[in-house]
Structures are given as C-alpha cells and as structure tokens.
C-alpha cells in the first residue's frame, strides 16, 4: 500500500520534522504551499508541490521549479478547497492508503480544525490519515482501531466525539476501560486515557471518533 507524507504551511518543529521524514517511508513527499520552505532548509526534494502559494517564498518555488521531476500544481486563491485537501485529493489520486500530514497544526486555530475535519474525508476515500507534530499524533477512528503499547506516541490516549455522538464504545487495555458506552460532545470523559496491555482496543457502533496520542 502506497504512503504520502504532506508538509503543509503550519507549524513546523524542524527536528522532529527531520527527524520523522528521516524514519518514516512514503512513496510520495507532497509540498504544500508553504510547506516547500521547510523542505527546502532540510534539503529534501519533494515529488509533488500543489497549492496557490500566497504564503510560499517565491524563490523557493523557482527552485523547486527548476526541477522537472517534481510534478507542480497551481491553483487559484479563490477556491473551495484548502491546500491540504488539494494534497489529500492527490494523495487519493495516486493510491495512497496512508498519508501523514506535518504541519497541520499550529497557531491558526481555523486552519487546525480544517484540518481535523479532513481526517474524516481521508476515511471517506479509503485513507488512513494522521496529522502529526512533536506532541501529537491524530487519527479518526470509525469501526474500531487496535493500538500497540510499543509503538504509541506518547503516554496518553484521549478519546473524543467528532460526530454528535459516539455509541456501543468499548475499550479494551486501558486504564479506564469502557462497555458499550455513550459519548457525546458535551463531555471530556474521554481525556488522558492510558495503554495498560501490550494492546488496546477501541470498538464503536456508531459515530466518529478522534484517537490522540499525545506526550508532553
């Protein structure tokens, strides 16, 4: 199965950014907008750059354009989609059924929660999407999601509702454990869970479910 790692134009931490692009395989580097600055310090050449780069330093772009192996989309400032959607859009286009988004977090609190809400449509197109920085790592879960102790990303698990409500939610190998339990969005029950087995089980009937793995 095909991986896509996108670096969009949020916040970046440089070292765990190099650090996780040095770690983790993708078949495809997807620049997004400002995004290629990042990857230009680090020396990394993408193999697609999509977005209509108000926020991307034009030398950087004429660098990259140069380049005639990387495939550039442009797009317009007037539009439906975000940049990142574009880039997930591509990510779909080229078969990938895991792709990591750095540098979907950040300052703008808007552009967060767009992002947040991408997740879903990852899902929607067969996708298993994460957004990724130094503290957190964030999926959506819709069925049920097996997470191994050894290989979480931090200490903690918070659990809560993208959808109005989360019903039948059963959690295995945590500290606090669930059965058939109702969750809503007007609850933060679901906060700094912990992984207590070598595996921990997440079931859920109906609804939509963020799974953030965080670590101080």
Do not use: W
């Amino acid at each position: 199965m095909k991986t896509a790692i996108l670096v969009t134009g949020g916040r970046i931490e440089p070292e765990f950014a190099h650090d996780f692009l040095e770690q983790t395989f993708c078949d495809y580097l997807i620049g997004v907008d400002r995004g290629i600055e990042f990857l230009r310090q680090d020396g990394r050449m993408p193999t697609h750059i999509v977005g209509d780069f108000d926020s991307a330093g034009e030398e950087t772009l004429h660098c990259f354009q140069k380049n005639k192996e990387i495939e550039i989309r442009t797009f317009l400032p007037e539009k439906d989609d975000t940049d990142t959607q574009i880039a997930l859009n591509l990510a779909a286009e080229l078969g990938c059924k895991t792709v990591y988004i750095l540098g979907g977090t950040g300052t703008r609190i808007d552009h967060m929660l767009g992002n947040l809400y991408i997740l879903s449509v990852a899902l929607d197109k067969g996708i298993t999407c994460y957004l990724i920085d130094a503290h957190n790592r964030i999926q959506l879960c819709r069925h049920g999601l097996k997470l191994k102790k050894t290989e979480q990303f931090g200490r903690y698990v918070s659990l809560l509702p993208h959808s109005e409500c989360v019903t039948g939610l059963t959690l295995k190998g945590f500290y606090y454990p669930l059965s058939n339990a109702v969750l809503d969005n007007n609850t933060a029950l679901g906060v700094s869970n912990e992984i207590v087995d070598e595996e921990a089980e997440i079931s859920l009937k109906t609804g939509e479910l963020f799974v953030i793995e965080s670590r101080d």
